[in-house]
Every structure is written in structure tokens, then in C-alpha cells.
């Protein structure tokens, strides 16, 4: 069995910070292991710019931003397995991977980082009904045939779904000579980035119909049609709404997974609304040197922020590793509460600054993210603008948590 | 097709069809299996439960009774000698309310009439071997098992054709007129001439009947909508789990079916359509399976549904008629020689074996069959390298450096597999054709990781061009080309 201090299983955006966090931190036997022939993630067929405003305040692509990382990665020479998947991981930190040359590997990790990103939801995740015909792609398929292996999905499009990967891919579409004929989105607002809707939807008079929804696929080999609907505020479809729209592919952009395959294995204990693991304040899961950032714990808007948790979990394991043994008493339960979708972490110790990453549930205008323990208000923000598409960081001193006696705080919008 | 002459023709390549031509490739005769579709098994043999039943709804003495009570005791062995998953999972019929109770021990007296092994167990028994499972009593069947009803058909179709059959896919019957002492069968592929016809083609078996003159049968087309749940589910139950029948309703009922592959279904609905190809689903019917599943196993949600599809019964009673009809497997009126099955659904999966006896045993006894001494009873599949013990995923992997990678990530099949699926013995290369055989893409990304990966092992390992790639029927083509500005 191989022996390495840390693995990290995947080589996208998280994986690469973190091993280059761990790295400056004094570990050197790192392992990357990506299931693609080469690193990068996902970012390696997101062509389009608007990466690394707030990271290196220059606006790249996606394969120059991975490429910041990837570069530094090959000059320290820490090493990356690619095209090699893991198909087991032990709360033991033991993972079975497969790859061309070696075949079966089997390595014992004295820490393990989680960077494995997320999946998309798929047609038969929303219970799309009608037709099951060609023509039906999630975005970032259609992305990834597109941008990586120059296949054109189709002619006429309709996307079910405003996440920026479907945003991006209108623009994409229509640039390759296909008519994108709508984007259909089931809440009353848009779930993609603002500067996504200008720029890839207004900017080509691509229409955003919001409280719509497809309510019918026809078609019996290839996509013929859609039928949409306006939608009810509990999202059932008002009849006498409906229309028909012809089209050769529908594509899908209704939300990504964080793919936690893996750590169920591992025993990683998950969070219902995030998708991803219960952390502590250092990342660390509920199984003892079992770390996760990026995406897997939770979606990100900006891979910007993907790259500072990933440095955190990074700088943790390095850590954890040098200790050998548990970091801290974390001890200090954090919920989302009214208006809050999810913060992360959950749990935190009193000792540290803390940041706490969360979205909200809906857009609003003058809110005030109050965060509070005890009765008593510990931190407040106000935010001219919310949006559920749009993460929300807010950083505490530790100062504001020492007095505390409960072990529940909570996060509220108001 | 390759001959002008063939001894028998059979119309439909669904699980009965190709049990029909596996059946008689043990004799000595020619055979063609022509099926309209580019695969075998498009039909309802793709899109059922995958149930072996044990035969405790079918009244005894009926021919449906017998077929399936034959079918259950022989599965395993035909299983075996196919390469066919096959586990005996037992059953559950589960009376949620004290009133249905009455409705068990009738069930378990047509059953045992039947010669099936039938127990009524109570609470205790639920709460121990299904502890998600609410119900106040249940009948246990003991020999009900669940098999992969599309590997099965394939397999069927397989062990036919190394045997001799010829399967002509893509081939439609247009017409089948009496010449002098044949059949001539016109297809939109040309013509053949035959001794005999068996018509096994399920929801279109009404339109081939009326050839042979047979006008007494119509095909009422009843669908049947499912959800699919991801593997992360399978720990909810182990047994198959079913209501109590609902009267008159023409179906078992929605019901919790595990699969081979360790997903659990939900369904099937039950509704009487207009077309006998509308394979849609509707939202109204997925509400109520959900609704209706979670009756029995509260602990089911939304967010486990990975996959919705429906399957078709071919019905020969109207809905306001309902109640038991029998299998019908006769001559025609006309020609003896003429075989009509008409109405076999459900449990049709489960008669397969018994009605391909039936039907052979016919001829026979019309023109005794010789037996083909080179006949070989056994198929092998693909290697499903991830259920292998490591030491042979080993072996393996040491000699072939496709088997080393994984390329479906979800039910972690290797590049191996995928080829092998590719290189099926009926030809078949289409996206659904790789789904059915090696399981790609059936997985709860739904071939968001491999479907890029598969189209990439078509154009470089087969030489397909982009334009010819399909899905799964012959227009359904998945791309529309190569994007502007390449090469």
C-alpha cells in the first residue's frame, strides 16, 4: 500500500489551493488525484472571463485561473495523478483509485482533503415530464462537448433554468449559430450572477421569462417541442397558460450537487441543506483528518472564494498532520435561521476569528444579517442588496464569542 | 434478411419474442426474428419491474397460471445458463389497513392453489424484516426474485442468434398474405416466405393478427409510469414490496420493487391511453407515486428520484371491462400455422420461459422438431468487472489496460465494458444500446460524467462519425454536428 501524508482527491480550483496551502505550511508528501487527463476541474471548459476579480484583481478565463495554481503546483513538484479515480475511501483515510498505469492503487493518507466538486441535477432529479428523446442536456454537458470536444449540442434551444452555468451557455449557443429561444426559470428571479444576465442574456436579446417552468416534452426520437407555463407562487403550473415552443434541445441548468459519493464511504457525516459535509471552523469533518472545501461542501457563486477555503482546509491539514491529533474543541453549534439558506461551518470553537460563509433565501433590499447567541446580538451587517445567487461572508472576532455560555448561535436575515 | 426462405418467422423482438427464438434455436429449423425497432426488447420488456412472480394473481387452471407458475421454478436455471442477474428477494404483499387483511388470506388461497409458497405474517414479521416498512399484515412469498428484464431480452436474443437465429432488426412488417403454402411476410426490407408466423408483437400484435384473419382482439394500451431511486436508497428495504391489489383496477398496484443494480422503483401507475407508443410521463401520475410509495415507506423523498420512464401493457380488455383476462396463445382461425399472442403483459416477464415451451410444444405438434445436438444452452455477458473480487479485478486489469479505466463513475463501469456493450453480437451502437448492456449511464448522473466519454469510445474505438450517433431510435441523433471553426 502506498503511504502519503496527504491526499487531496481532486485537482480542480479546491484541490489545487489546498495543496499549495498545505504545501507552504511545510507538507511536502502531497498527492492529487483527478479523474481527468489533466488538472484544472471544471474551470478547464469554462472559457469565458470574469475569474479572479477579487483573487488577483484581473478578469481571466477559466483555464488562466486554474492555471495560476496548476503553474505554482508543477513548480514546487508536488505531485498530481491524472486520470486516476478513487473509487473507495475509509474513515481509515484508505482509498482504492484506478488509473491506466498502475492499475489497481491502494493508499493509506495520514489526511485527506475533500475537493471532488459537485454534479449537476438532471432531468430525472426534477422530475422533468413528457418524452424521454435526444436533444436533453444538462449545461454542463453541453459546456463540456462544446468547449472541450467541439460538438455542437444542437440548432434551436430552450434553457429550463437560470444558474450561471445556463446563462453562460445562451451566450456560448448562440455564438456557435444556434437560436436560443428563451430561459425559462421557475422562481421569481434569476439564480445566476447579475453581470451573467447582462451580459450573456441582454446582450443578445436572449428573453428571461421568470415564474415559468417546462411542463411538457414532446418528442419521439429527438426533441420536437416544449410546452411552458407560468407559475403559481407554490410552483404549480396556471392553466390557460401554457405554450408551446418549438425547439431541438432543452438544456438544463437547474442546480449543481455537491458530489459526496466518497465521503458517505468515509463516514462524512452531511448537511441536509448544503449537500455537503458538517464542518468545523478549520473544515474538518466529523471524521478525524477528513477535510472538505470547494464545491463538494458547498456550491459556490466565485471560484475566488472556492480558492480561500480551499487555503484554509490547506493550512488545517497541514496542521492536523504536524499535530497528529485533534485540532481543537469545537464546541459551538451554528444554524441558519429566518431568511438564512445555510451558513457554513456549522460548528466552531470560541478561540478563533471566524468567517462564516451563507446564503440567503430570497432577494430583498436593506437587510440585516444579525448573528446571535445567548439572547444577545454578537455581530450585525447591513446589505443594501441580497441575493440567494450571491454568497454572503461575514467575519467575526473571536473576542464577540468568548462570553458565550450556550452552544448555539444563530444566523438570521431580517 | 439474409435468406428468402425461412421454416419460422417471429414478429416482435420483446422478452417473449426472443424467449420464443432461444427456444427453438434448440431444434433444427430456420428461424427469423424480425423486429421493427433497432434493438430488441423496446417495448414493455425494458420498462416493467424486473419481477419474477410467483403466481398468486392469476386464477388457477388459467393459462396464465400455469406459464408463470413454470416460469418462477425455472428462472433461476435460465438465469444461470444466460449470465442474467437473478435474486430471490421474496415478497411482501402488505395490508395497510385491518380490512385488507381478509384480501391476503384470499390471495394466498389462489396462490397455493397455484402450488406458490405463501405465508400470512403479521406486524412483528414486517417490523423485523423490513423495519421502514409500515403495515398491519402482509402475505409473504418466499420465491418471488427480481432479474434485469433488459439484460434478459438481450440474452434471450443472444444465445438465439449464436444458435442460428437470425435477428433482423430495424425491419417492419407491412403485410403477411398467404403464398400458396407460405407466408409471405413484406417488410419494409423486402420480402420473405415462411411456414410459419408467430406473432409476439405485443402492443402491435392486433395489427399483425388481422393478416391471419384473427379480428376478434383489440390492444387497449395501458401505461405505466416510474420513478427510479438512487443507490443511496437501497438501505430503505431489501423485498419486494406490494399492496393489496386495488379492485378492478387492472394492475398490482403502485409497489417498491429493489433492482439488480440496488436502486429501488416506485410504481407502476396504471392508466388506459389513446396511442400504444406514448411513453410520456406526467406530473399529476408522479405526484401520486411518490404519494402513494411513501404509504408504505414514509421514509421516501423527492430528492432520491434519479430517473422517471413508463411502460406500456398491452391490454385486451377496455377499461370499463376490466377484471382477469387470460393469455392468449392460439392459431388462428384461418391458418393453423399462424400463432397469435395476443394480451400478454403483466406477468408476462415471469411467462416468458413458459410461453416459449407452450408455443414450441405447438408446432410440434403440427411438425415434429428435430433437436439440434450442437445447441448451446449457455450465453456469457459482459464481465462486470466492479462486482469481481479484487484479486480478479486484478488479473484483469493487468492484462487489458481498458479494465483500468472507469468510465462511468456512478456505477463504476470500465472502458472494457463499454467496448464490449459496443461490440454487442446484435450490432446494436446506440447510447441506450450501451445503457441496457453494460449500465452506463444509468446512475444518478445520468450520464452527465460518462455520456462525453461513451460518444468519445464511439468515434475513436469504432470509427463513428458524430451525425450517426443516436440515443436510442433511429432519429434521435444527439448532436447536431461539429461547432463552427473546426478543421
Redesign the interface.
Known amino acids: 500500500m502506498m503511504k502519503k501524508e496527504l491526499v487531496i482527491i481532486g485537482a480542480g480550483p479546491a484541490g489545487l489551493a489546498a495543496a499549495l496551502a498545505a504545501y507552504e505550511d511545510g507538507i511536502e508528501d502531497i498527492l492529487i488525484i483527478e479523474r481527468e487527463e489533466r488538472p484544472g476541474g471544471i474551470l478547464n471548459q469554462c472559457i469565458h472571463d470574469g475569474f479572479g476579480l477579487h483573487k488577483f484583481k484581473e478578469v481571466l478565463t477559466g483555464p488562466e485561473y486554474a492555471h495560476r495554481y496548476i503553474d505554482k503546483v508543477r513548480e514546487k513538484e508536488l505531485e498530481i495523478m491524472t486520470n486516476t479515480i478513487v473509487t473507495e475511501l475509509t474513515d481509515e483515510k484508505e482509498l482504492k483509485a484506478f488509473n491506466e498505469n498502475d492499475g489497481i492503487l491502494h493508499i493509506k493518507a495520514e489526511a485527506v482533503i475533500l475537493a471532488m466538486g459537485s454534479r449537476e441535477r438532471t432531468a430525472g432529479g426534477i422530475s422533468l415530464p413528457g418524452d424521454r428523446p435526444s436533444g436533453i442536456y444538462t449545461a454542463g454537458l453541453a459546456q463540456n462537448l462544446m468547449n472541450l470536444q467541439n460538438i455542437q449540442v444542437g440548432k434551436k434551444i430552450v434553457i429550463l433554468g437560470s444558474g450561471d452555468i445556463g446563462l453562460i451557455m445562451a451566450r456560448r449557443l448562440t455564438l456557435e449559430g444556434a437560436d436560443v429561444k428563451a430561459v425559462l426559470e421557475i422562481m421569481p428571479y434569476s439564480n445566476g450572477l447579475r453581470r451573467n444576465i447582462n451580459q450573456c442574456l441582454v446582450d443578445y436579446n436572449i428573453p428571461l421569462k421568470l415564474s415559468q417552468t417546462v411542463i411538457d416534452v414532446k418528442g419521439e426520437d429527438r426533441l420536437e417541442s416544449v410546452t411552458a407555463a407560468e407559475v403559481d407562487e407554490s410552483f404549480n403550473p396556471i392553466e390557460g397558460t401554457e405554450y408551446e415552443i418549438e425547439c431541438d434541445t432543452l438544456i438544463l441548468s437547474v442546480g449543481l450537487i455537491p458530489e459526496n459519493e466518497l465521503s458517505k464511504k468515509a463516514n462524512v457525516q452531511l448537511d441536509d441543506t448544503t449537500g455537503g459535509a458538517v464542518v468545523k471552523d478549520n473544515l474538518e469533518t466529523n471524521v478525524d483528518g477528513i477535510f472538505s472545501c470547494g464545491n463538494v461542501l458547498h456550491v459556490h457563486d466565485l471560484v475566488d472564494f472556492v480558492s480561500d477555503e480551499a487555503e484554509k482546509a490547506g493550512k488545517a491539514a497541514a496542521e492536523y498532520i504536524k499535530k497528529g491529533h485533534k485540532l481543537n474543541k469545537d464546541n459551538i453549534f451554528v444554524e441558519a435561521g429566518s431568511g438564512i439558506g445555510y451558513v457554513i461551518p456549522q460548528v466552531i470553537s470560541k478561540e478563533k476569528d471566524q468567517i462564516f460563509s451563507m446564503r440567503v433565501r430570497k432577494p430583498d433590499n436593506e437587510k440585516t444579517i444579525k448573528i446571535a447567541a445567548d439572547g444577545k446580538i454578537l455581530h450585525e451587517e447591513n446589505f443594501e442588496k441580497v441575493n440567494p445567487s450571491e454568497m454572503i461572508k461575514i467575519k467575526v472576532s473571536s473576542e464577540k464569542f468568548k462570553p458565550l455560555e450556550k452552544s448555539t448561535i444563530k444566523v438570521v436575515a431580517e | 434478411m439474409k435468406k428468402q426462405n425461412y421454416d419460422i418467422a417471429i414478429i416482435g423482438g420483446g422478452v417473449v419474442g426472443t424467449a420464443i427464438a432461444r427456444e427453438l434455436s434448440r431444434y433444427k429449423t430456420d428461424v427469423l426474428l424480425i423486429e421493427k425497432e433497432n434493438d430488441v426488447g423496446q417495448g414493455a420488456s425494458n420498462s416493467n419491474s424486473g419481477v419474477v412472480h410467483s403466481g398468486f394473481t392469476a386464477p388457477v387452471g388459467s393459462l396464465k397460471a400455469d406459464v408463470c407458475m413454470y416460469g418462477n421454478s425455472h428462472f433461476e436455471e435460465i438465469c444461470s445458463e444466460l449470465d442474467v442477474p437473478y435474486e430471490k428477494t421474496g415478497k411482501l404483499v402488505v395490508a395497510v389497513e385491518e380490512k385488507q387483511i381478509a384480501e391476503l388470506y384470499n390471495l394466498q388461497y389462489i396462490g397455493r392453489k397455484n402450488g406458490a409458497e405463501l405465508y400470512i405474517v403479521g406486524e412483528d414479521f414486517i417490523e423485523e424484516k423490513e423495519p421502514n416498512i409500515s403495515g398491519k399484515a402482509a402475505m409473504y412469498s418466499p420465491n418471488s426474485a427480481i432479474t434485469s428484464p433488459y439484460e434478459l431480452t438481450i440474452a434471450f436474443a443472444e444465445n438465439a442468434h449464436q444458435n442460428g437465429v437470425e435477428i433482423s432488426l430495424n425491419t417492419k412488417v407491412v403485410e403477411i398474405s398467404k403464398k400458396n403454402s407460405k407466408f409471405s411476410v413484406k417488410t419494409d426490407r423486402g420480402e420473405i416466405l415462411t411456414d410459419y408466423v408467430i406473432n409476439s408483437a405485443g402492443l402491435y400484435s392486433d395489427e399483425i393478427a388481422a393478416f391471419s384473419g384473427e379480428d376478434r382482439y383489440k390492444i387497449y394500451p395501458c401505461r405505466g409510469e416510474y420513478?427510479?431511486l438512487d443507490k443511496?436508497a437501497s438501505g430503505l428495504m431489501s423485498r419486494l414490496v406490494y399492496p393489496v391489489p386495488p379492485e378492478n383496477a387492472g394492475g398490482l398496484g403502485i409497489h417498491l420493487t429493489p433492482t439488480v443494480e440496488g436502486n429501488i422503483l416506485i410504481g407502476p401507475s396504471n392508466e388506459y391511453i389513446d396511442s400504444v407508443?406514448n411513453?410520456?410521463?406526467?406530473?399529476e401520475v408522479?405526484d401520486k407515486l411518490i404519494k402513494e410509495a411513501r404509504d408504505f415507506l414514509p421514509k421516501i423523498t423527492?430528492?432520491m428520484?434519479?430517473?422517471?420512464?413508463s411502460g406500456i401493457r398491452s391490454k385486451i380488455v377496455p377499461p370499463e371491462v376490466g377484471g382477469f383476462t387470460d393469455f392468449v396463445i392460439e392459431k388462428s382461425p384461418k391458418y393453423d400455422n399462424f400463432i397469435n399472442l395476443i394480451g400478454i403483459e403483466s406477468p408476462g416477464l415471469t411467462s416468458a420461459p413458459g410461453i416459449a415451451k407452450y408455443v414450441v410444444e405447438m408446432i410440434d405438434e403440427m411438425e415434429k422438431l428435430r433437436e439440434d445436438k450442437d445447441f448451446k444452452k449457455t450465453r456469457k455477458g459482459i464481465t462486470k468487472f466492479?462486482e469481481l473480487p479484487?484479486e480478479k479485478?486484478?488479473e484483469l486489469?493487468?492484462d487489458n489496460?481498458n479494465?483500468?479505466?472507469?468510465v462511468c463513475?456512478?456505477e463504476?463501469i470500465t472502458k472494457q465494458e463499454i467496448i464490449d456493450a459496443l461490440n454487442n453480437p446484435l450490432g446494436v451502437q446506440t447510447l441506450k444500446g450501451v445503457k441496457y448492456r453494460a449500465r452506463a449511464t444509468m446512475g444518478?448522473?445520468?450520464?452527465?460524467?460518462c455520456?462525453?466519454r461513451i460518444?468519445?469510445i464511439m468515434q475513436d474505438e469504432f470509427d463513428m462519425d458524430?451525425e450517426e450517433i443516436?440515443?436510442?431510435?433511429?432519429?434521435?441523433?444527439?448532436?447536431?454536428?461539429?461547432?463552427?471553426g473546426?478543421g
Open positions: 420513478y427510479v443511496n407508443d411513453e410520456a410521463t406526467t406530473k408522479m423527492r430528492d428520484v434519479i430517473r422517471s420512464y466492479y479484487e479485478q486484478k486489469a493487468e489496460p479494465y483500468r479505466e472507469i463513475r456512478c463504476n444518478r448522473c445520468q450520464g452527465g460524467y455520456m462525453a460518444i468519445k458524430l443516436k440515443l436510442e431510435g433511429n432519429n434521435s441523433n444527439l448532436f447536431a454536428g461539429q461547432a463552427k473546426w
